[in-house]
């Protein structure tokens, strides 16, 4: 199983960016995915998670207190690949964006490389 994380760049605070997380393999339900983000001289923090074939019927999603209301984690069977929706972009958004993923079945987890989201003011 690879992670690839794309679709950083730069925005302006107030824009929007939209990154992928494309999943080659198959990572068996029910599973966690996480995407994640380090900004310089920060810890890592977890942006969001989305939970697929837990105990609730579909997906479940969850995110942080941080970008709670500006944030959408999806996923895409069709094309094996998560994405992240970053709305209302701020400059404390500016990191590092990695995603991951958690196989609770046979509880591997696997990374993907990150992708840099550079927000100015």
């Known amino acids: 199983v690879q992670l690839q994380a794309f679709g950083g760049g730069f925005v302006r605070a107030g824009g929007s960016l939209r990154l992928s997380c494309a999943v080659s393999?198959?990572?068996?339900?029910?599973?966690?995915m996480y995407w994640h983000r380090q900004a310089p001289g920060k810890q890592r923090e977890m942006v969001g998670q989305?939970?697929?074939?837990?105990?609730?019927?579909?997906?479940?999603?969850y995110y942080g207190d941080s970008v709670q209301g500006r944030v959408i984690i999806s996923w895409d069977s069709a094309k094996n690949t998560m994405y992240l929706q970053m709305n209302s972009l701020k400059p404390e958004d500016t990191a590092v964006y990695y995603c991951q993923a958690h196989d609770l079945r046979s509880l591997k987890q696997y990374w993907g490389q990150g992708t840099l989201v550079t927000v100015s003011s």
């Open positions: 989305i939970v697929r074939g837990g105990s609730t019927p579909g997906e479940s999603t």
């Open positions: 393999g198959t990572i068996y339900s029910p599973n966690v």
